[in-house]
Every structure is written in structure tokens, then in C-alpha cells.
């Protein structure tokens, strides 16, 4: 079992950044791969940005050169460094991880931009 929690959302105006955190518990050391994954209001949930046990990153088109994943050595903490925000990032954000063959999620965390 992997027990993910996700923090650091907020309100923040367009131009703006945050950075989100989820913090890994439990079977830390079976994860393959982990992730951030957003719903925004009236839409399915879509695949953010992924990281590999081996350092390599996958973005969505719309957030490349803008956010940034990353995480310390022991896949404790997963970070996702989100900067010149737009109103259309709004959604809430997920937290998630693959670990030989399960998958684990947060309970997630709201992030709204203002225009």
C-alpha cells in the first residue's frame, strides 16, 4: 500500500505560481512512477505530468515550459512547480503513483486562477 497526500493549493491570480507537494507513505520503495493528474470543473480527469524511477518526465502540451515535476531521492515527496498560471489550470489535482502493478491515489487538492 502507498498512502499519498497532496498539499499546497490555493487561489493565486493569472501569472502567478505554486507548488504542489504529495508526500508518499508506506510501500514507498515498490513505486515504479508517479504523477500529477487534474479535473477541472465539467471535465475528465487528464494526465498532468509523469516521472519515472529513472528521472524521465512526460507533460501535457498545454503545460510544458511552465510546470515542472519533481521529486527527492526516495520518492517520499512529489512536487509539481507550477508557474505562470492560467485561469484555464483550474481544476483540482491529483497525486498518483504506480507501484508494480497498483495504483495509488490522493484525495487531492484544489488550484483556481483568477483571471
Known amino acids: 500500500q502507498v498512502h499519498l497526500v497532496e498539499s499546497g493549493g490555493g487561489l493565486v491570480q493569472a501569472g502567478g505560481s505554486l507548488r504542489l507537494s504529495c508526500a508518499a507513505s508506506?510501500?514507498?520503495?515498490?513505486?515504479?512512477?508517479m504523477g500529477w493528474y487534474r479535473q477541472g470543473p465539467g471535465k475528465q480527469r487528464e494526465s498532468v505530468a509523469t516521472?519515472?524511477?529513472?528521472?524521465?518526465?512526460q507533460y501535457r502540451d498545454s503545460v510544458k515550459g511552465r510546470f515542472t515535476i519533481a521529486r527527492d531521492n526516495a520518492w517520499k515527496t512529489l512536487y509539481l512547480q507550477m508557474d505562470n498560471l492560467k485561469p484555464e489550470d483550474t481544476a483540482v489535482y491529483y497525486c498518483?503513483?504506480?507501484?508494480?502493478?497498483?495504483?495509488?491515489w490522493g484525495q487531492g487538492t484544489q488550484v483556481t486562477v483568477s483571471s
Open positions: 508506506g510501500s514507498i520503495n515498490r513505486i515504479n512512477f
Open positions: 498518483y503513483s504506480w507501484a508494480m502493478g497498483d495504483e495509488y
Open positions: 516521472l519515472t524511477n529513472g528521472g524521465n518526465t
